[in-house]
C-alpha cells in the first residue's frame, strides 16, 4: 500500500519558498566560528550599554560570497573556555542583547533577539525546549556592518568574550 | 520535523502609554523597514524578558509573568483583522516547545495591529510588549 504523507498547504508553501526546511537538513557547506573579546574602557570592544560592537570586516561572509543559512551563540555551557582564551560568557546575559544584521548601505536585515541564538536544549518555566538552531536565508549582508548591543551590560566583564558560528553556503559562481 | 527560515526580521513594539487601562488599544509603534507596502509576515513570536529585557528603543519589556495578561490583534492592510485577540503568552517560543507561530502570509498594516490588556497585572507605564516579526519582501525568493 503507498504510503502517503500529510503536509498542510501552509508548510508545503513554507517548504517551497525557503521560509522553512527540514530541522535535520544540512545546514551549510561550512561553518565560521567569530569571537570578540570585551575589552578594557577607551578601545573598540569596551563594555558599555546600547554600544554598536561591529563585526570584523570578512568578505566570505558578505552576501556578494556567501548565503548564511544559520547562526548561534555558543555559551559557556558549550565551551567553557573561548579560542582565545577568555572566558565565555553565560546564556542568562543574552536576553539583555540583540543583533542586527546589515546590508552594505546600513539597511537593518534582520533585528533578533541573541537570546534567539542560544541553541541548546534548556529548561524554561519548568519545560524543556528542544535544540533549535536559528535557520537564515540572508543573501545581502556586509558582514562588518553587522553588529550587536546589549542594552544591560550586567555580568560582561573584561575577561570574557562572546562567541558566535556561522554555517553559509559559499557562492561559487562569482 | 521542519524548521522556520528567517529571511528578514524586526523587532517591533507595543508600548502601555499613561496608566496602563484594561481593554484599551496600544497601537504598535511606527517601524519604518516594516511600514512599507510590500512586506510579507509569515512567521511571529513575542518577546518577554526572560528573553529580551530592553527593546532596541531602549523600552522595558513586560515580566513574563505578565504575558497571561495581554492580547493581540493583527489586521493586514484590508483591515482584516486575521489574528484576533491571540494571547500573547501563546506566542512565547518557551511556552509552545520553541516553535515560532506560523502565519499565512500576507501584507500587514503595522500601526492598525494593536495590544489590549485584558487584566492590569503588573504592567507599569510605557512598558512594552516586544515581538519578533519574520517577514520577505514581496518577489523575494
Not at chain 1, 578594557?40 to 563594555?47: D, E, F, K, L, R
Not at chain 2, 497601537?27 to 518577546?47: G, V
Not at chain 2, 526572560?50 to 497571561?68: G, H, K, R, W
Amino acid at each position: 500500500m503507498q504510503k502517503h504523507r500529510i503536509v498542510s498547504p501552509l508548510v508545503e508553501y513554507f517548504l517551497r519558498n525557503n521560509m522553512m526546511r527540514p530541522f535535520a537538513d544540512m545546514l551549510g557547506y561550512r561553518s565560521k566560528s567569530i569571537v570578540l573579546a570585551f575589552t578594557a574602557a577607551g578601545t573598540p570592544y569596551s563594555i558599555a550599554p546600547f554600544k554598536r560592537y561591529n563585526f570584523q570586516p570578512d568578505e566570505t561572509l558578505n552576501g556578494e560570497n556567501a548565503l548564511i543559512t544559520a547562526i548561534e551563540i555558543i555559551c559557556i555551557d558549550q565551551q567553557s573556555v573561548l579560542d582565545n582564551g577568555q572566558t565565555n560568557i553565560t546564556a542568562d546575559i543574552l536576553k539583555n542583547g540583540y543583533l542586527n544584521i546589515c546590508d552594505s548601505e546600513q539597511n537593518i536585515l534582520s533585528t533578533i533577539p541573541l537570546f534567539n541564538l542560544y541553541a541548546p536544549a534548556y529548561a524554561a518555566g519548568g519545560k524543556t525546549i528542544a535544540r533549535k538552531l536559528f535557520m537564515t536565508h540572508w543573501k545581502e549582508q556586509n558582514w562588518q556592518n553587522c553588529f550587536f548591543e546589549f542594552a544591560d551590560i550586567t555580568g560582561l566583564t573584561t575577561s570574557k568574550g562572546i562567541k558566535f558560528v556561522v554555517y553559509y553556503e559559499p557562492l561559487t559562481n562569482k | 520535523m521542519n524548521n522556520l527560515i528567517v529571511k528578514r526580521s524586526q523587532i517591533i513594539e507595543c508600548q502601555f502609554t499613561g496608566t496602563p487601562a484594561t481593554n484599551k488599544r496600544y497601537n504598535f509603534t511606527q517601524i519604518p523597514n516594516i511600514s512599507r507596502n510590500n512586506i510579507i509576515l509569515y512567521a511571529i513570536e513575542a518577546l518577554t524578558a526572560d528573553q529580551l529585557t530592553y527593546t532596541p528603543n531602549n523600552n522595558q519589556v513586560i515580566a513574563a509573568s505578565n504575558a497571561v495578561n495581554v492580547v493581540v490583534t493583527l489586521r493586514d492592510n484590508n483591515k482584516d483583522e486575521f489574528m484576533y485577540s491571540q494571547p500573547l503568552y501563546t506566542l512565547v517560543r518557551p511556552n509552545v516547545g520553541g516553535f515560532y507561530t506560523l502565519i499565512k502570509p500576507r501584507i500587514i498594516n503595522l500601526t492598525d495591529c494593536y495590544c489590549q490588556l485584558v487584566a492590569a497585572g503588573s504592567v507599569s507605564t510605557n512598558q512594552v510588549a516586544a515581538f519578533n516579526f519574520i517577514y520577505s519582501l514581496v518577489g523575494e525568493d
